[in-house]
């Protein structure tokens, strides 16, 4: 079957926290690595014939919900009702506003916006291990130790898609960085390397770090801990500090030549993220009315998907929300899968990831924003007989994708009758992480020089054109 079909009834279906400001912080806070995504812009490349094809440029912005842990495609969007009892679970699949595609009963906003929306069903790799897979999926290149839990991020990584952007986009007009994480960077506690590599600049260099927000936006008296003034500390009052540092900065340029000036332009972009009012306006949720914040859910992974959509609204290249730290092992359902998914997970993603969309296209984003919801594998087709439970499966799982002009109400690929492979138009993470690049107008020749200097390819897959319309 050829590759890059579409198949259905519609005809194309199938961020540092800023150290607190006391006088040694505050001479580090230029050196703050996640800050420095402001910094060191080069312009996209031009002259590309991709420029014509589908999809190309189509995105403004990017906004990826990374479902850590890995959900379960056969519980979610790509139902086997007709599998063995082992396989396929209770939970039944419903029509959707698309017809003919079918989703997970539980998904019960996200059936009527289907026709906004496209399933990649023949998503694959051949990588179990949480850490590196992350790695392929969040950069589109392999880690640099591969199938490995105990690697931990290191400089050597591929930077993450939305450092990438950062560096070749810069900021948005706001002075907001140019990447943007929340609510943490990716860890799981049963994995000796901890944090997921490939989530920072890797070998562009921490300059182009995503600016991190932590926390739980949900909680009472939540603030950004990067952009509070603490030990009451004024705004006029860090200006005098940062012209004091300036100081500092202008008697070692001779000994230090260009690593002080790039040092004092980070330290300048510290003060305006600190002070901009624009800048802390935008993450201030107090501003949306209750209704709003009700209709994302009144949790972490809602209130940060509603702070992703005010990243977008001001233009910020791309905003990355991981799935948060929940306790219990996040999407990764070795256990209880069927529990966890009806009662956990499936409620507060389909709440966030519908009122996305609509607030999206009601504002007139939904256009030029692509939004990926995706993790970094699936789970086994055979039930855990011991606790009803999933385990790790790379090699066939379920991605969605929706705006920027990809082709709403459609099922690309499929899987096999128990969902264990891909049967037809096989996508890997490469080749996902590419048709976002080609989304964002970067073309498939574009390079970035490493620390040696050298071009560094940042495609190693190839755009999927036949999602966009």
């Known amino acids: 079957m050829p590759r890059n079909r579409l198949d259905g009834p519609l005809g194309c279906r199938s961020f540092v926290e800023l150290a607190r400001l006391s006088r040694r912080p505050v001479l580090a806070l230029g050196a703050s690595t996640v800050l420095g995504s402001l910094l060191g812009r080069t312009p996209l490349a031009a002259g590309s014939d991709a420029s014509s094809a589908a999809g190309f440029g189509r995105a403004r912005r990017c906004i990826l919900l990374f479902m850590w842990g890995g959900p379960s495609h056969l519980d979610t969007f790509d139902l086997k009702p007709e599998a063995p009892d082992e ?27 289907m026709d906004r929306v496209a399933i990649v069903r023949s998503l694959g790799h051949d990588d179990p291990a949480h850490l590196s897979s992350a790695h392929t999926v969040l950069t589109g290149h392999l880690p640099p130790v591969n199938k490995s839990d105990a690697e931990p991020p290191s400089q050597r990584d591929t930077p993450h898609i939305g450092s990438m952007i950062a560096r070749l986009r810069g900021g948005s007009p706001l002075g907001l960085p140019g990447f ?32 991190l927000i932590e926390g739980d936006p949900n909680a009472s008296g939540w603030t950004v801990p990067a952009l509070s003034l603490l030990d009451s500390v004024s705004a006029a009052r860090l200006d005098r500090r940062f012209e004091l540092l300036r100081g500092f900065d202008d008697q070692r340029r001779a000994l230090e030549s260009g690593a002080a000036l790039a040092l004092g332009g980070q330290q300048q972009q510290a003060l ?86 609509t607030d999206l296209e009601e504002r007139g984003l939904l256009d ?55 049967a ?36 190693s897959g190839r755009p999927v054109e036949a999602l966009f319309s």
């Open 87 to 113: 396989v396929r679970g209770p939970f039944r699949p419903i029509s959707t506003s698309a017809p003919g595609v079918q989703i997970c009963e539980h998904f019960t906003r996200l059936a009527g916006l």
């Open 180 to 211: 943007v994480t929340m609510p943490w960077l990716a860890f799981h506690p049963a994995a000796p390397g901890g944090k997921a590599p490939g989530q920072h600049g890797g070998w562009l260099g921490r300059t182009f770090d995503p600016l």
């Open 368 to 422: 030029d924003t692509l939004v990926v919801w995706v993790g970094e594998f699936g789970r086994a087709p055979r039930i855990n007989g011991s606790d009803a439970g999933r385990d790790h499966h790379p090699y066939c799982y379920s991605g969605l994708l929706a705006g920027a002009g990809i082709r709403g109400g459609a099922a690309y690929g499929t899987s096999d009758r128990i969902g264990s492979r891909p």
């Open 272 to 357: 305006n993220l600190l002070t901009a009012p624009a800048v802390r306006e935008a993450f201030d949720l107090t501003q949306e009315p209750d209704a709003v914040r009700d209709r994302y859910g009144r949790h972490v992974h809602g209130q940060c998907v509603l702070l992703a959509r005010r990243m977008a609204e001001r233009d910020v290249p791309f905003v990355s929300v991981n799935w948060h730290n929940d306790g219990q092992n996040f999407w990764d359902t070795h256990g209880s899968n069927f529990r966890r998914l009806q009662n956990d997970l499936i409620p507060p993603a389909d709440a966030a990831l519908s009122a996305l969309l």
């Open 424 to 459: 037809s138009d096989p996508v890997s993470p490469h080749d996902l992480a590419a048709t976002m690049l080609h989304a964002l107008g970067v073309p498939a020749e574009q390079t970035l020089p490493d620390p040696f200097g050298r071009p560094m390819p940042l495609y």
